[in-house]
């Protein structure tokens, strides 16, 4: 049996170290740890709770606008502040656009590299490289010259020995099954989705006036006054600069995005079968269509148990709970019991080995993640959870319609969702279902305006004079890795205790008490790996869940000690 060690696992937000027993060719256990401590909830202690949002923003500059929503729908659950239907719609804009672009950022610049060899690219002919891009899309940019200018352009890059983010890989590895020509087309589309991304994202820009981390939330509703009369304000010409830049998104995810996933996917089917993991999905839903208490979602809310899609039960909070067995954290009560988020404790002791180390105690304590249940039970989170619920309950009928249209293409059944490739097809699916849907919500925003319903905030409930002495609020959220919940408990108009569950807690978690496994261990049960040396295998899992270390884990000094320096040569 051979000991592998990942650490870190790069192309990814944070720290995050893996290790696994390979035996006969096959990961037989894994082990996820997070090695860097969080301490955001602490930091909020005894705040003002129309603040939180811009300290919880700040937990992860990757994940830019959602602990802002998350924090907002905490407070406002909290004090009963309603939003109007601007705020609503500006809101559904604003976090659509960060899903649709993080999706394509995570396809091209963070996961494409375990399935594209860079190197192979190199020799791929131009023209044949031009029928395969034309046969699978009519996007412009796929002339036989055009592919020729790129190959020229990494070529001259590569011989000048500055390969950047291409070196230090596994380049040649006997995983990789594309032929040049496909490497060669996916490399052109990996330098065209950095362009694209950079305009994409001026949708924050416009409704929140940067990105990353927007200044426009507040607590009841946006800071972004709506007047279609005045210049200052968002007006018909922000319409019209918005129809714009969604139309452009739309182009690229349909006739790039989703194109390259589905002609990637067949030279690896067998990873259709790979990394399924936990059975069982959570979604709290999201993108409220009305304004009322228990809104309709765009995407719904559901758990799924056991892969079975016939049967979507309802979402209860009350369900969830942490525990501290495996993490580097105590409990008053004792490490062997879960605690629900608003009653969750955030006492980290760190009972690890001194690093560099070779071996993680798996024993004992192993993270700084905790380990979120449901019912008792690990939840995978993330595009496939809300794409499987969609399906499922055949809302909203885009997502179903072209879920069955992809795998018709592949020939595979639903079952091949429950995979590695299922999470990497998900995310794209997913990304056309709300690039698609933003045009709903500029028109929606139109609408108003024309109706001079100009309202961006509940004024009501702004003064804590107005709040009661003590009050409880969670917030959910669907960011672009899945389930993500806020947990705060107000006292006297200050926060007295604040709790985050995030997706890349409910999935790279360690066991819990019971020795359940969280979804990355489970999934790399049984992965293969063709040479431990080079463990690219164990990467594309991992990568499929887009892991994001700076949610579940987050260090801050609040004494404003220098922790590092950093010299630019």
């Known amino acids: 049996m051979t000991h592998v060690v990942v650490d870190p696992i790069s192309r990814i937000e944070g720290h995050l170290r893996i290790e696994a027993e390979v ?5 037989k256990q894994a082990w996820s740890s997070s ?75 963070l996961q494409a590299l375990d399935w594209v060899d860079v190197v192979s690219a190199l020799s791929g002919d131009p023209a044949k490289t031009a ?13 036989a010259a055009y592919f020729s200018g790129v190959r020229a352009r990494v070529k001259a890059f590569v011989e000048r020995g500055q390969l950047g983010i291409f070196a230090n890989a596994y380049w040649g590895h006997p995983a990789y099954r594309l032929p040049p020509e496909a490497n060669l087309m996916a490399l052109a589309h990996y330098l065209e989705a950095l362009d694209w991304q950079r305009r994409f994202v001026k949708i924050h820009a416009v409704l929140g006036g940067k990105n990353p981390h927007l200044q426009s939330f507040l607590v009841g509703g946006m800071a972004t006054p709506v007047d279609p009369d005045a210049q200052a304000s968002l007006n018909m010409g922000t319409i019209a600069q918005l129809r714009q830049l969604v139309a452009e998104g739309v182009d690229f995810v349909s006739r790039v995005y989703v194109p ?17 993991g936990v059975t069982n999905y959570l979604s709290y839903g999201d993108f409220p269509l009305d304004d009322s208490a ?42 062997d019991k879960g605690l629900n988020p608003y009653h969750g404790q955030t006492n980290p002791h760190y009972t690890g080995p001194k690093p560099p180390f070779k071996r993680l105690n798996v024993e004992e304590k192993y993270s700084w993640l ?11 989170v993330g595009p496939l959870a809300r794409m499987l619920v969609a399906y499922g309950t055949g809302r909203p009928s885009r997502a179903r319609q072209l879920i069955d249209s992809a795998l018709k293409q592949l020939g595979a059944q639903p ?20 690039v698609e849907s933003m045009g709903m919500w500029v028109d929606a925003l139109a609408e108003q305006m024309a109706r001079r319903d100009f309202r961006i905030q509940d004024t009501s409930r702004w003064d804590p004079g107005t709040w009661p002495r003590e009050c409880f609020g969670a917030g959910f959220h669907e960011a672009p890795r899945g389930a993500l919940g806020h947990w705060v408990h107000i006292r006297d ?77």
């Open 23 to 27: 035996e006969g060719g096959a990961v």
């Open 131 to 143: 029928r395969l891009a034309q046969s699978i899309s009519d996007w412009p940019l796929s002339s």
């Open 370 to 380: 905790k380990s979120p249940r449901y019912d008792g039970a690990p939840m995978q």
């Open 493 to 569: 108009g200050r926060i007295a205790k604040y709790q985050c569950v995030v997706p890349s807690t409910w999935n790279a978690g360690p066991r819990d008490a019971r020795g359940q496994p969280g979804p990355y261990e489970a999934s790399l049960e049984g992965t293969p790996v063709a040479k431990p040396e080079q463990p690219l295998e164990i990467l594309r899992t991992v990568h499929s869940f887009d892991p994001c270390m700076a949610c579940g884990v987050h260090v801050v000094d609040a004494s404003r000690r220098e922790l590092a320096r950093v010299r630019a040569s």
């Open 35 to 109: 090695t860097m401590f969080r301490g955001v909830e602490l930091i909020l202690e005894g705040r003002d709770p129309r603040d939180a949002w811009a300290f919880t923003q700040r937990i992860c500059g990757v994940c830019t606008t959602v602990h802002a929503i998350a924090s907002i729908r905490a407070v406002e659950h909290a004090i009963g502040a309603t939003p109007p239907p601007n705020a609503r719609i500006l809101r559904n804009l604003i976090i659509a656009a960060q899903n649709v672009h993080d999706h394509v950022i995570h396809f091209y610049h």
């Open 260 to 276: 390259d996933v589905l002609a990637i996917a067949p030279f690896y089917k067998d990873w259709f079968s790979i990394g399924p």
């Open 415 to 434: 079952a091949a969702l429950f995979s590695t490739l299922g999470r990497i097809a998900a995310r794209a699916l997913e990304a056309q279902v709300l």
């Open 294 to 335: 228990d809104p309709v979602l765009y995407l719904p809310a559901g758990v799924i148990h056991d892969n079975d899609l016939s049967r979507i039960a309802p979402v209860d909070q009350g369900k969830i709970d942490e525990y501290v067995t495996h993490s580097w954290y105590d409990y008053t009560m004792g490490d």
